[in-house]
């Protein structure tokens, strides 16, 4: 087992269940991409939650 699995394996054990299940969502996902070869995909939309968030912001007066 890598460190990182050994990590995410100790804190998923420490976590409160409802944040545990959303990591092993996120990283269920992330698997999913890197099977499709299609990481780039999850950068697109972080950088689209980025543009949502700035327009989302109150405009300054």
């Known amino acids: 087992m890598t460190a990182i699995a050994k990590q995410l394996d100790e804190k998923l054990?420490?976590?409160?269940?409802e944040t545990a299940e959303q990591v092993e969502?996120?990283?269920?996902?992330?698997?999913r991409l890197?099977?499709?070869?299609?990481l780039d995909l999850l950068r697109s939309r972080a950088v689209e939650q980025?543009?949502?968030?700035?327009?989302?912001?109150p405009k300054a007066r």
């Open 13 to 17: 054990k420490t976590w409160t269940p």
């Open 25 to 31: 969502n996120l990283v269920a996902e992330i698997i």
């Open 34 to 38: 890197a099977d499709a070869e299609a």
């Open 50 to 57: 980025e543009v949502l968030d700035i327009l989302d912001e």
